[in-house]
């Protein structure tokens, strides 16, 4: 399954009008429940910094978590960097049209050559450590980028079936991962090599939101690869799994997890 054709639809499709953007951002964070950990993390760390912090978003995509953080931290100053341009235009474009392009603006980079000091107070990486090979280079210029004190956010599939990976399939559901997940103790050892300190992990997705994450995204993205005719029929099948996979969504947000398919890791400078 590869999801680049999707973004590259999606963000062809969003460029016609900000409300349809918007629309599409609300039920991304609302299907995606690696969404609703980031929030119930960011909450937290937005205590902790400064009302006019700088933030990087690594990996931007589609523009939707910057959307978020922009809309609830008015004083923070946010730059994107994606890899793909046309996702980096159709962001600057939106945000630009929504007034906000004086303080969130995005352009075309490769973390694995990003090069900045000194500079950010919190740097999010939603669900792109799992596309880079180098990734403890990418680590570094986190590093390098975060002011002291500043914050690394990360969330990512883990190595207990992250990416969707069975005894009957033991490659990654995802064709664009480099690898299937990080184990804790793995990625707490390579952001330490890249200079980290003070770094904590728990699991996310456990086993109910592992079951939300098949109902909501898994099997609707199997369908869509067989037959686009699928979404034909989307809206009626959302119409009838979208509650239950809410309730799920929301029972995994309250429970700490001994083990999951998802880890949300947080690091200091």
Known sequence: MQYEPFKEFAEKFLKKSTFTRKLFYFFLNLLFLRSWHLHKALRKISKMLPSDSNVLDAGSGLGQHSWWM????????????????????????????????????????DLTEFQEENLYNLIISVDVMEHIKNDIQV???FFNALKPGGVLLITTPSNMGGSGITAGSPSSFIDEHVRNGYGKEEIQLKLQAAGFNKTTSEYTYGKLGHLSWLISIKYPALLINKSGLFFAVLPFYYLLTLPFALILNLTDLKIKHNSGTGLLVFSVK
């Open 139 to 141: 680590f570094r210029n």
């Open 70 to 109: 922009a809309r609830k931290n008015s004083g923070w100053k946010i730059k994107g960097i994606d890899i793909i341009t046309e996702q980096v235009s159709g962001c600057n474009e939106f945000f630009i049209k929504e007034g906000m392009g004086s303080r969130v603006s995005f352009v075309t980079a």
